[in-house]
Nanobody
Framework: VQLVESGGGLVQPGGSLRLSCAASGFTFISYTMSWYRQAPGKEREFVAR????????NYADSVRGRFTISRDNAKNTVYLQMNSLKPEDTAVYYC???????WGQGTQVTVSS
């Protein structure tokens, strides 16, 4: 099983990034996928979730209206579009299969001027 995140980087406040998580080694289309994040000195926290069909999504209050989770089951990939980024969004972002406990290695997002 592999979850490989990409797309992180340094962005100014108000900017945008799109994270990707490429999955392999399991039946991607069968599983809900999630994004979590962990800021320095803080606990890992839930960001967003999407069901296997890509129809039902859930968001943390802190990102609702700014972030959008989506998936392409043909490409075994889940995305996180992040707009209107704030310094408090700075964290390592992780892809997760919640019912199987699979985690990626994370990608760093830094929001700073």
């Amino acid at each position: 099983v592999q979850l490989v995140e990409s797309g992180g980087g340094l962005v100014q406040p108000g900017g945008s990034l799109r994270l990707s998580c490429a999955a392999s080694g399991f039946t991607f289309i069968s599983y809900t996928m999630s994004w979590y994040r962990q800021a320095p000195g803080k606990e890992r926290e839930f960001v967003a979730r999407i069901n296997n069909g890509g129809v039902i999504t859930n968001y943390a209050d802190s990102v609702r209206g700014r972030f959008t989770i989506s998936r392409d089951n043909a490409k075994n990939t889940v995305y996180l579009q992040m707009n209107s980024l704030k310094p408090e969004d700075t964290a390592v972002y992780y892809c997760n299969v919640p019912t199987r406990g699979y985690w990626g290695q994370g990608t760093q997002v830094t929001v700073s001027s």
